[in-house]
C-alpha cells in the first residue's frame, strides 16, 4: 500500500487509491483508456510508461494500485477472470515435479483447473482439511510449494485459520495461497495474517453488480509481484480497460455493500435455521458453526454467502431453486442481487466423484442487498 493511504481507514481507501484526477481535464474518475497501443516520443522513449496495452493500460493500473491497497499489499495484479487468475499464479510457482494441498471444499472450477490442466504439467496435488491445521500439515511433502485455502469456501462455507496455516506454510517453505472472494478485503485481510497472495474473482464481491468478469492477485513481496507480472504479460489474461473501470466503480460502494451482505444474511440464517424443511444451515456467524470462533477473529462480519441443506434430498433441493422467485436461479455471487443455486448440479458438477463432491440435498445463496422481508417472503413460498 502507498504511504499516502497506508493510515487512512477502508472505506477512504476504497474510493481514493489510484484514483487520481485525470491530469489533463480533472476528472475525479479515472478515464476508460481504450486503446490498444501509445506514441513513443523516439525509440524506446515511453510516456509514462506505456507501450502496449497487454503490458500496460492507465485504467488498468488504477485498479491494480487500488486492489493492493484493498488488500494492504505492494503489488496487485488484474486479469480477465478469477481462473486467469489462479492460472497465472499456478504457471509462475510451479513446475513440473512440484505438489500443492488444495482444500477438500473448493470452487469447481479451481478443483478443475488442478485436476484437468495443472496435472497436465507433471504437478501433483492432495486434499486437505484446511479448517484442521494438523490435516495441512499431514498433506505437506517435501515437494510442495503451495497451501491452496478458501475461507469461507465454496460452497460449503468452510473456515481455515488463515495465520495457523500461514504458520505451517512458511515452516515447509510453501506459499499460502488464499482465495479471498467470498469474504472480499473489507471483511478479511490475509496477507496481515501471513499468507503470500490473495486471489479474487472480481467478478463477485469486488465488481458487485454482475456485470463484469475479472480476477485479482495481490501480494507483499516485491519479487514475487514482479514475477506475476512478466507471466502476466507473457500469458496476455490481462482485464481489459473498460472491465477494470467497471471493478473500479464497484469497489467504491464495496464497504456499504458488504455490511447490508451481512445484515440480509444473517435475518436469511434465523428464519432458516427455524424452518421445518431445513436439515441444516451452514453459516460461519452461527455460533454452531464448527469455525465461528475463528471467523470472528480473523473477519469484520461473516459475508452474504448461506448454504443450507434440506429434507428430501437432491430433488427437493432442485425444487426449491425452481420455485425461488426473487433470488434469480444461476450461477456466481456477489452481485447487489441475491442468487440460488444447486451446486451439486451447477457450480460444483465439476467435483462430482471426488473428495470435493457436495451434498446432493445443498442450496447456496448469495444474499443481496434487496429489503430482507422481501427475500425472506420468498424463500419461505420456495421452501413450502
Not at 95 to 123: C, E, M, Q
Request: overall charge negative.
Amino acid at each position: 500500500m502507498s504511504d499516502s493511504h497506508s493510515s487512512q481507514n477502508f472505506e477512504t481507501v476504497a474510493i481514493h487509491a489510484g484514483n487520481t484526477a485525470d491530469p489533463l481535464t480533472g476528472a475525479v474518475v479515472p478515464p476508460i483508456y481504450q486503446v490498444s497501443t501509445y506514441k513513443q516520443d523516439g525509440v524506446g522513449g515511453l510516456r509514462g510508461g506505456y507501450e502496449y496495452s497487454r503490458s500496460a493500460n492507465p485504467t488498468r493500473t488504477a485498479l491494480e494500485e487500488n486492489l493492493a491497497a484493498l488488500e494492504g499489499g505492494r503489488r496487485g495484479l488484474a486479469f480477465a477472470s478469477g481462473l486467469a487468475a489462479e492460472d497465472c499464479l499456478l504457471r509462475t510457482l510451479l513446475g513440473p515435479g512440484d505438489h500443492v494441498v488444495i482444500p477438500n471444499d473448493a470452487y469447481g472450477g479451481t478443483f478443475r483447473l488442478f485436476a484437468k490442466v495443472v496435472s497436465r504439467w507433471g504437478v501433483e496435488w492432495s486434499v486437505a482439511d484446511t479448517s484442521d491445521p494438523e490435516s495441512v500439515r499431514a498433506a505437506l511433502t517435501p515437494r510442495t510449494k503451495a497451501v491452496w485455502v478458501e475461507t469461507p469456501s465454496n460452497p460449503l462455507l468452510g473456515i481455515t485459520d488463515i495465520e495457523a496455516v500461514a504458520q505451517i506454510a512458511r515452516e515447509a517453505e510453501a506459499k499460502l495461497v488464499v482465495d479471498n472472494t467470498f469474504a472480499s478485503p473489507y471483511l478479511q485481510q490475509p496477507l496481515a495474517l501471513g499468507a503470500d497472495v490473495v486471489v479474487h474473482s472480481m467478478t463477485k464481491y469486488m465488481g458487485g453488480h454482475s456485470d463484469v468478469v475479472g480476477g485479482a492477485l495481490v501480494v507483499n513481496d516485491a519479487g514475487l509481484g514482479e514475477e506475476l507480472a512478466f507471466h502476466q504479460n507473457a500469458m496476455g489474461a490481462v482485464a481489459g480497460p473498460f472491465d477494470s473501470w467497471l471493478v473500479l466503480r464497484g469497489i467504491k460502494t464495496l464497504a456499504v455493500r458488504m455490511d447490508r451482505h451481512s445484515e440480509n444474511a444473517e435475518r436469511v440464517v434465523e428464519m432458516l435455521t427455524r424452518h421445518a424443511r431445513v436439515t441444516k444451515v451452514l453459516y460461519p456467524g452461527l455460533a454452531s458453526h464448527p469455525g465461528h470462533e475463528v471467523a470472528a477473529k480473523q473477519m469484520k462480519s461473516f459475508g452474504g454467502m448461506v448454504s443450507f441443506q434440506v429434507e428430501g434430498g437432491e430433488e427437493a433441493a432442485v425444487a426449491v431453486c425452481d420455485r425461488a422467485r426473487l433470488f434469480t436461479l444461476g450461477e456466481s455471487l456477489g452481485g447487489v442481487e441475491s442468487l440460488i443455486e444447486h451446486p451439486g448440479r451447477m457450480t460444483h458438477a465439476s467435483v462430482a466423484g471426488s473428495a470435493l463432491e457436495v451434498p446432493a440435498d445443498l442450496v447456496r445463496l448469495s444474499v443481496g442487498i434487496e429489503s430482507a422481508d422481501d427475500l425472506l417472503a420468498d424463500l419461505q413460498q420456495a421452501l413450502g
